[in-house]
């Protein structure tokens, strides 16, 4: 299956891989500037990121989260074999191709055609069956009502979405009666302190209840990269106001061992406060 363009909607987790020097500020940014800026910049980035991420993410590893929780340990999506699944904010489909292997049917959708191409660079060098890809925008999904009987995003979409509540919809939307949508993002509580691996990161400096928009942006003020901030409470309403039920919210704890940094997550302070938030919600 080729790599079809439909739209556009943010994808994925870490930013500042260019090293462009672009201004960072705390600003409003809406639905469309959110989206350019989020397609440009993992059209940019894809390359220097499945480079430097590549051996953490695997081919075919379902991890939720920098702390490493793989879905094979988790199973926060249940059973996957013979279920229609879609993977918002796919990247290269490392988490589709997991699911593929364990007999779901799998489509790996993500705002970026250069992290697609990955995808099927992947499936090329191993040989193996590609994985079903879409370009498209995560808050205007382009499926049918009641595709899939499951969806789940790592680090995907959702931070990067100006208009959350309407992603949250259309994930309720394609999913069939008692389908599962399980995301994970940034804990919230780390939006309060420097994204920074060391002791800096550890003194809160700003207000966890700033939902201003973090944008870099160019010299003319265009946004080149955006990330948008919800409190808990804020997805929980989400979720609730879309018709999902919440059954669970996991907290993965810094596991001993890994001595990995990624960004601001760090054995330093993924003992001390953390770092990310998983969903598990299932349709009304």
């Known amino acids: 299956m080729g790599i079809i363009t439909v739209a556009t909607t943010p994808q994925s987790d870490l930013h500042d891989l260019d090293g462009d020097g672009d201004d960072a500020v705390r600003r409003e940014a809406g639905t469309g500037e959110s989206s350019q800026a989020s397609r440009h910049w993992w059209d940019r980035n894809a390359d220097e990121y499945q480079d430097e991420h590549g051996e953490f993410l695997g081919d075919d590893r379902f991890t939720w989260c920098p702390e490493g929780l793989d879905e094979a340990d988790a199973h926060l999506l249940g059973d996957v074999a013979g279920r229609d699944v879609l993977e918002i904010g796919a990247g290269a489909a490392q988490c589709s191709r997991w699911l593929a292997a364990r007999g779901a049917r799998p489509v790996a959708l993500d705002i970026s055609h250069r992290q697609l191409q990955h995808s099927r660079r992947i499936d090329l060098g191993r040989g193996t069956a590609p994985v079903a890809v879409v ?91 955006v990330e948008h901030h919800r409190t808990l409470g804020d997805r929980v309403r989400e979720l609730v106001g ?12 810094w596991p001993a061992g890994l001595d990995q940094e990624w960004g601001g997550w760090s054995p330093l302070r993924g003992r001390l406060i953390p770092g990310t938030a998983i969903f598990v919600a299932e349709r009304g």
């Open 135 to 225: 370009q498209a925008d995560a808050a205007v999904l382009p499926f049918a009502d009641a595709s899939f009987d499951l969806a789940c995003s790592a680090y995907g979409a959702v931070p990067f979405s100006a208009d959350t509540a309407a992603l949250m919809r259309e994930v309720h939307r394609v999913l069939r009666p008692g389908g599962r949508w399980v995301f994970s993002v940034t804990h919230p509580i780390r939006w309060a302190f420097p994204d920074e691996p060391g002791v800096e990161g550890l003194t809160a400096a700003s207000s966890y209840f700033d939902r201003t928009p973090y944008v870099e942006q160019d010299e003319q003020g265009h946004a080149t990269y």
């Open 242 to 253: 879309a018709g999902f039920r919440l059954i669970d919210l996991v907290e993965p704890e």
